[in-house]
């Protein structure tokens, strides 16, 4: 009895080893491979057809999210970031449901801005003034604006920052209704590296006769820019001291067919 039992429990110790050999060569189910997330890039297209000069707003375009090796094959290889804010204008003509390139779009500090935005045979022509001279709320690209001239038949203006006496002075509008092309702003510091003013520089668009016009003003006169109020005729704009102080009345000196206020 004591064999059988024996030979019992070897046949079972072989079977469990060979079951452990077989289950030993089974091939172990690997963990699922994860698959890595492709990056995606943003990309602007257009709504509409764009012209050329056309200004760039958030209703022009809209934006979706485009795999990587989807971009690349466009020529992109990172997010298309859009200034809409900086006012980019349009280089060329895009048909709609077309991609944006950074290259389609110029902006004010691009170098190449003013020879873009300027018609052919105008001039642009640089004028610098304090911002506290420009009147009439924000003054922007593409803003018109008329050129005032504060003068005095008694001091050149240009030179003098204070007004000496009365007699003579007059604000005169010297062009109207002129496109700018540009403006930037800059912080004036004094010795002790403090704010005192700030200072506008503004490129306007100008025709030849306008560029001699304006380049006698400043040598003559305060200049000062007005955002321009449509159908505002001259006169309107214009004034003297006699405006302005009711003890004070120009004489109108006639001689023959023309008028000399003094």
Known sequence: MNIKLVSVFAVIAIGVGVYG?????QPQPH?????????????YLTKSDLKKGHVLTRSDVYLE????????????????????SGRPLV????????????????YQQDPE????????????????????????GVIHANSKVDILALASTSQNLANDHSVNTYKGVSLTPVLMNIKVLKLTTEKVKNKDQRVNHEKTALILELTPKEVATLTIAKRIAQIEVHLAVKNATAKQLSANAGDVLESYHAVTEFRAASAIVK
């Not at 963990?31 to 990309?43: A, D, G, I, N």
């Not at 999210?65 to 809409?84: H, I, M, Q």
């Open 21 to 25: 050999v077989i289950g030993q060569k």
């Open 31 to 43: 963990p699922e491979t994860q698959v890595k997330e492709e990056k995606k890039l943003t990309v």
């Open 65 to 84: 999210k485009w795999p990587e090796s989807k971009a690349n094959k466009y020529g992109l290889d990172d997010n298309l970031v859009v200034n809409f």
């Open 91 to 106: 280089r060329r003509d895009i048909n709609s449901d077309k991609l944006l390139y950074r290259d389609s779009l110029i």
């Open 113 to 136: 801005y003013v020879d873009f935005v300027v018609k052919p045979g105008l001039i642009p022509f640089p004028i610098e003034t304090n911002s506290d001279a420009i009147v009439g």
